[in-house]
């Protein structure tokens, strides 16, 4: 059975206390169980700090929308959007970033009255529109019956 960090440094701590081992090789024992459990602490610290990390993106990924999010909310295109933005109809906030500024879009001003009957109207008329049955290419939209196959065909100039 594997033993842990610690149980491997607690071994090694044992054995420096050996009679038989000279002063130095008493020393080299010691520092490895040190550096057992410096890199056991550092993987418990980068561990906590991928947790930590993981959920500031989750939070920023949940009270922030893309562009794209609000066209497709909104029924509008990108370009609306960033004219809305622009034109103080969407509020903004702005980040740092090693590539330069980053603008994010909070959430919670579209849960709003004023904003939710637009989306709400928006998605109802994406629901109908899905039920709808496309025009097939090959399709003939005004297709000829049989009783029409007599009518005589116009010359129009």
Same mark, same amino acid.
């Given at each position: 059975?594997?033993?842990?960090?610690?149980?491997?440094?607690?071994?090694?701590?044992?054995?420096?206390?050996?009679?038989?081992?000279?002063?130095?090789?008493?020393?080299?024992?010691?520092?490895?169980?040190?550096?057992?459990?410096?890199?056991?602490?550092?993987?418990?610290?980068?561990?906590?700090?991928?947790?930590?990390?993981?959920?500031?993106?989750?939070? #920023?990924?949940?009270?922030?929308?893309? &562009? +794209? $999010?609000?066209?497709?909310?909104? !029924?509008?295109?990108? =370009?609306?959007?960033?004219?809305? #933005?622009?034109?103080?109809?969407?509020? &903004? +906030? $702005?980040?740092?970033?090693?590539? !330069?500024?980053?603008? =994010?879009?909070?959430?919670?001003?579209?849960?709003?009255?004023?904003?939710?009957?637009?989306?709400?109207?928006?998605?109802?008329?994406?629901?109908?529109?899905?039920?709808?049955?496309?025009?097939?290419?090959?399709?003939?939209?005004?297709?000829?019956?049989?009783?029409?196959?007599?009518?005589?065909?116009?010359?129009?100039?």
């Amino acid at each position: 059975m594997p033993r842990t960090s610690e149980e491997l440094a607690q071994e090694i701590e044992v054995c420096t206390t050996s009679v038989s081992l000279a002063e130095d090789e008493r020393e080299a024992l010691r520092r490895a169980a040190a550096i057992i459990r410096i890199r056991r602490a550092r993987e418990s610290i980068n561990a906590r700090l991928f947790e930590v990390q993981t959920s500031t993106d989750e939070n #920023i990924e949940n009270d922030y929308v893309s &562009v +794209d $999010e609000v066209a497709d909310m909104f !029924g509008i295109s990108v =370009q609306g959007v960033y004219k809305w #933005i622009k034109l103080g109809k969407i509020e &903004v +906030d $702005e980040f740092e970033t090693p590539g !330069g500024k980053k603008n =994010q879009i909070p959430r919670a001003q579209f849960n709003v009255p004023k904003y939710q009957k637009q989306i709400e109207t928006v998605r109802r008329t994406k629901e109908a529109l899905s039920k709808v049955k496309p025009v097939e290419k090959n399709e003939d939209l005004y297709p000829v019956s049989d009783e029409d196959a007599d009518m005589e065909e116009l010359d129009v100039k």
